[in-house]
């Protein structure tokens, strides 16, 4: 079963825009968020990947890390790593990019791993490397704003029940009437183009 209190590693193939392999437990004590995404998907270049690049460019990158991560479950071919690589430089993406590994003809690792229904996928990890958000659409930028400070807030050594209250004070803050933010590691659907995976496939 998935824990959200000690989330899997990512699995990458290679890196873009960064000079070496990133890691969740070399990121810890930074608020981490992962926009996970794929060049051919309409709502990642409407959306995901914009929001990205505006969080990337607000936060102080010594206390939040923003980053990409390519995870191809469809139209293999056109997506290649070289592809990604003149996306990365036509769009000027400024941010370090992952490619998730391959598993075969199924979805790649990391996406299985933190059973994504498609992209974009935004995940937020807390300082501890505790995964705190999971959201698959288009979720406000102002929302994810308010819960990056939140999580940067709290200690790297946080404990839970101090998390928890955090966690309650910006779920009785935040106008979402459809969305519950008292769980960790949630996920939510957010309304408007994206692409879909079926993991009974």
Request: with cysteine; net charge negative; aromatic share 6%.
């Amino acid at each position: 079963m998935f824990d959200p209190e000690n989330p899997p590693e990512l699995q990458t193939t290679g890196w873009i825009n960064s000079d070496k392999p990133l890691t969740l437990a070399g990121m810890r004590g930074k608020v981490v968020v992962i926009s996970a995404f794929q060049m051919l998907c309409q709502g990642c270049l409407e959306h995901g990947l914009p929001q990205a690049k505006r969080l990337a460019a607000k936060f102080n990158p010594n206390e939040v890390a923003v980053l990409g991560l390519h995870t191809v479950f469809e139209h293999h071919a056109v997506m290649s790593p070289e592809a990604l690589q003149v996306f990365m430089a036509e769009f000027k993406w400024p941010f370090p990019v992952g490619i998730d590994a391959p598993d075969g003809a199924g979805p790649p690792k990391t996406m299985s791993a933190y059973q994504m229904q498609g992209t974009p996928t935004l995940l937020l990890f807390d300082r501890a490397g505790r995964l705190r958000r999971h959201y698959f659409g288009r979720p406000d930028d102002m929302q994810i704003a308010a819960e990056i400070m939140a999580l940067s807030i709290e200690d790297a050594n946080s404990p839970r029940d101090q998390a928890a209250g955090i966690e309650h004070k910006i779920g009785r803050t935040l106008m979402t009437p459809s969305h519950d933010h008292h769980d960790h590691g949630h996920g939510e659907h957010v309304h408007g183009p994206g692409c879909g995976h079926d993991h009974h496939h």
